[in-house]
Antibody, heavy 120, light 113 residues
Framework: QLQLQLSGPGLVRPSETLSLTCTVSAGSITSSSYYWGWIRQPPGKGLEWIGSIYYSGSTYYNPSLKSRVTISVDTSKNQFSLKLSSVTAADTAVYHC????????????WGQGTLVTVSS | DIVMTQSPDSLAVSLGERATINCKSSQSVLYSSNNKSYLVWYQQKPGQPPKLLIYWASTRESGVPDRFSGSGSGTDFTLTISSLQAEDVAVYYCQQYYTTPLTFGGGTKVEIK
């Protein structure tokens, strides 16, 4: 069964860059059928799509975050990564990585999610 | 952006009774070329990531109990739990995948009365 494992620091200082990596196991990130995405969820609130990447490096970003977001892929490690720059307390959230089909952007597999707190 | 509005924010239903959740999109998510509504429902239990329940507004994901059903087209959608079980306590979200940015409803919390 496909698994997505998130890794990265749980605490980030304001104005710094949040960095997270999602490692895919029991499946290949180079499958032509899927995109790999990031979604976040502030504590007690709803879901916000951050962006998605294809194994070729093609990306889609949420315009509300686009100026601060970079999503990249490392096919040799079966991983994809998120960088969010100039963070503030408003970026405190549970960050999820997930998979969606190439043609239809609904998420069928999700990682467990990790809480990232922005605080000095 | 397409705004997804869910109602109610929460509801309490007795075990074995019906739960109905509504989701409205600010513009149609029906793609005319295939007559499909690009609308998905997720279930999220505490401490867990969301789980895909229903896609194309009404197609149940493999392994999802048949007490869960989705309906609607265009801008108005409904998720129905026909006979609420204790394990159905969760927050339910709709999401449109008609266009980017992908957007989610605010969620509906379902509890036992």
């Amino acid at each position: 069964q496909l698994q997505l494992q998130l890794s990265g620091p749980g605490l980030v200082r304001p104005s710094e860059t949040l960095s997270l990596t999602c490692t895919v196991s029991a499946g290949s990130i180079t499958s032509s059928s899927y995109y790999w995405g990031w979604i976040r969820q502030p504590p007690g609130k709803g879901l916000e799509w951050i962006g998605s990447i294809y194994y070729s490096g093609s990306t889609y970003y949420n315009p509300s975050l686009k100026s601060r977001v970079t999503i990249s892929v490392d096919t040799s490690k079966n991983q994809f990564s998120l960088k969010l720059s100039s963070v503030t307390a408003a970026d405190t959230a549970v960050y999820h990585c997930a998979r969606h089909l190439y043609d239809f952007y609904c998420f069928d597999y999700w990682g467990q999610g990790t809480l990232v707190t922005v605080s000095s | 952006d397409i705004v997804m509005t869910q109602s109610p924010d929460s509801l309490a239903v007795s075990l074995g009774e019906r739960a109905t959740i509504n989701c409205k999109s600010s513009q149609s998510v029906l793609y005319s070329s295939n007559n499909k509504s690009y609308l998905v429902w997720y279930q999220q239990k505490p401490g867990q990531p969301p789980k895909l329940l229903i896609y194309w507004a009404s197609t149940r994901e493999s392994g999802v109990p048949d007490r869960f059903s989705g309906s609607g087209s265009g801008t108005d959608f409904t998720l129905t739990i026909s006979s609420l079980q204790a394990e159905d306590v969760a927050v339910y979200y709709c999401q449109q995948y008609y266009t980017t940015p992908l957007t989610f409803g605010g969620g509906t919390k379902v509890e036992i009365k």
